[in-house]
């Protein structure tokens, strides 16, 4: 082309196509002069911004992802990362919905979907009812109450935007990548000894209890059982998924009269034991930094999940899964633990002490039980709390706010929450408030029972198992501990989700492929 046909196709552009050429051209130049991290990080950001535009999808998965990061920077105007994944993530969907106003919220879902929805409105009424009621100042009251919004609108994009098989498969790498990164940490703390003096584990020792970025080990041991669960049964989903094509393949190659009859075999081995193995690895650094983080009430929690996980088996895989519970107990309570550390056996033996209530009021303090007199004080507080406000509480996010007022013999500081979160719910929201989560939580369990028996193929009856772990190391963690700090709640509320997912695509697909993902789900 000479210069003469540049200029005559110059002529014939309209003003409106010269400045948008000369506007690209000029942001081309200027992104050609920047430094290449700097580069990076402008195409970065610009996907980051621009993929929930095109699929809220996306706005969901960083939601989920940026949990772990919170706290450690924060963005122009005071937002943590998560809040601003959340403001993108909402954005994207609302303009979504806008967009297309015939696609269905909640009308073309499951029944216990629609259920779930009355339930989740039933409990944040309370929510707000308390706020409005409370004594306190209300600021608090509403951060609370918007944390769980968070939380609510989390489960209704998992349950509304979830329809496609590797929307599927991208919410459950995003569900165990952000926990394994922060095992990743937190082993790392672990084995250099870097934190807190008080977070270290005895004198002589150069090990310090996991705490990852969230910065408390309990809470931190909490997310971990919000992913743990997931990631075992996937693990072992896939690995079954691999033996019984193997096995198929071996019939078929024989040509018998035992061939299966069910569809031809595609599926590389390599990509199962591909996936396999990362899903083992996965949930090998989730167990460690969970055993690192010298959490008790994790540790029950982590024991009311496998609990849960051979539940939800089928009734062969229960009876020995239990059994071998059974056999693993039996040989703690016989002597295992002389097998372990010592620091670990210590606080393996202490925890039936944490099951005893007494008056923290009047307990002697040493230094072997100061811990369990000061969580005892905590829960006496709160439920004093209760008693005195029994309807709707002292309001949510009040608890620290009223502990003065109703604290127990010289436990005069607060920690924030009653070490139980039962009663710190009954303290802040009162019987209603209570009587509203609970339900939430029994609705859950419906759907669980719900999904586990429709759920078909490997992926998804692993996926229902694993989010049934997740749910009773979650309700079991909460008798000790608040795991819904710091906007955990959105790991757990896209677990909730999911329940749902799976019962609504594995019995009516919206999408069909031969991808390997595809055929995992449906092998």
């Known amino acids: 082309m000479t210069i003469f046909d540049i200029r005559r196709h110059l002529v014939t552009l309209s003003p409106c196509h010269l400045v948008t050429w000369s506007s690209l051209a000029v942001v081309v130049l200027v992104l050609a002069l920047l430094p290449l991290q700097t580069l990076l990080l402008a195409i970065g950001a610009a996907l980051a911004l621009a993929l929930p535009l095109l699929d809220p999808i996306f706005g969901l998965y960083w939601a989920i992802l940026s949990v772990p990061v919170q706290e450690l920077l ?14 993108l993530a909402t954005l994207g969907w609302g303009l979504r919905v806008l967009a297309h106003p015939e696609l269905p919220l909640i009308a073309g879902q499951p029944r216990g979907a629609r259920l779930q929805l009355w339930l989740w409105a039933a409990f944040l009424s309370a929510l707000l009812l308390a706020v409005t009621l409370s004594p306190y100042p209300r600021a608090a009251g509403l951060k609370e109450a918007l944390r769980w919004i968070e939380a609510f609108l989390v489960w209704l994009m998992v349950v509304t935007l979830t329809r496609r098989r590797w ?66 049964a996937l693990a072992v989903g896939a690995t079954a998924a691999f033996w019984r094509r193997d096995q198929r393949r071996i019939e078929s190659e024989r040509g018998g009269d035992n061939a299966s009859p069910r569809r031809p075999l595609t599926l590389s081995p390599r990509h199962l034991i591909i996936c396999a193995l990362a899903l083992w690895t996965t949930t090998a650094l989730l167990l460690a930094a969970l055993v690192a983080s010298l959490s008790r009430g994790a540790w029950v929690g982590a024991a009311a999940g496998a609990l849960g996980i051979a539940l939800a088996l089928g009734p062969r895989a229960r009876a020995w899964a239990l059994g071998a519970l059974g056999v693993v107990a039996l040989g703690a309570a016989i002597g295992g633990f002389g097998l372990l550390p010592g620091f670990v056996a210590a606080r393996l033996a202490s925890i039936t002490s944490y099951l005893a209530f007494f008056d923290a009021g009047s307990a002697v303090v040493t230094p072997a039980n100061f811990a369990l007199v000061e969580r005892m004080a905590q829960m006496q507080a709160g439920w004093h709390m209760f008693l005195a406000h029994p309807l709707t509480g002292v309001g949510p996010g009040s608890y620290t706010a009223a502990y003065p007022e109703f604290a127990v013999g010289s436990w005069y500081a607060s920690r924030g929450h009653a070490h139980n979160y039962y009663i710190h719910m009954a303290a802040e929201a009162g019987a209603i408030g209570l009587l509203a989560y609970l339900a939430l939580l029994a609705g859950l369990a419906r759907q669980a029972l719900v999904t586990l028996r429709r759920a078909n193929g490997p992926l998804w009856r692993s996926a229902a198992i694993g989010c049934c772990g997740i749910i009773s190391a979650a309700v079991a963690h909460d008798l000790f501990e608040n795991v819904h700090v710091l906007s955990m709640g959105i790991q757990l509320a896209a677990v909730w989700g999911l329940l749902f997912v799976i019962e609504r695509l594995a019995q009516n697909p919206l999408e069909h492929s031969t991808s390997t993902i595809d055929e995992w789900i449906g092998v």
Do not use: D, H, K
Not at 74 to 87: D, E, F, I, K, V
């Open 74 to 87: 924060q963005l122009p105007g005071g937002l943590s990362y998560t809040q601003a994944a959340m403001l």
């Open 167 to 232: 929307q599927v498969a991208g919410l459950l790498v995003c569900l165990l990548l952000a926990p394994a990164a922060e095992a990743t940490i937190g082993i790392a703390q672990f084995v250099s000894g870097a934190g807190p003096p008080s977070f270290r584990i005895a004198a002589g020792l150069p090990f310090v209890r996991a705490y990852g970025t969230i910065g408390q080990p309990n809470s931190f041991a909490g997310y971990l059982n919000m992913a743990w669960p997931l990631a075992v």
